[in-house]
Structures are given as C-alpha cells and as structure tokens.
C-alpha cells in the first residue's frame, strides 16, 4: 500500500472515469485505496460540512477543480 496518499495523476485518473458514476460509487472507490485510518478520517470529512466547505476553498481543492475543468491552472 502507498501510505494512503493518492497521486494527483490517479485523482485525474479517477475523476474521469467517474464521469457517469453516482458520487457514492466515487467515494467508494477511493476509499477502496486507502488504509483503515484514512478511510475514517474521509468519512468523518465528507459527513461536516463547515470542514469540506474550507477544504474545498483551499489553494489546493481550488488548482485540482481548475485542472479538471481543463482550465489555464493545469500546469500541475
């Protein structure tokens, strides 16, 4: 196992191919890559909204959305 930590290239990988999937399905597949621990941190992430909504206003959630949109901040 790789210490849980998820390359960005397979989070692109994955992204794409979860273009016609539910988000569940998404989620659950990658938590099928992470080690017990990481899995529990994801789920109590994704269940409080106060900490995804700053997740997703981080510099880093922020360049990973623009560079799945195919936009200019995909210099990676």
Do not use: Y
């Amino acid at each position: 196992m790789n210490n849980g930590k998820i390359s960005f290239d397979e989070i692109l990988r994955m992204a794409k191919a979860s273009e016609n999937k539910k988000p569940e399905e998404v989620v659950d597949s990658v938590k099928s890559r992470l080690p017990d621990d990481k899995k529990e941190a994801l789920s109590k992430l994704l269940s409080d909204k106060n900490a995804m909504e700053q997740l997703l206003k981080s510099e880093q959630a922020q360049k990973l959305m623009e560079k799945l949109r195919g936009g200019k901040g995909s210099d990676g």
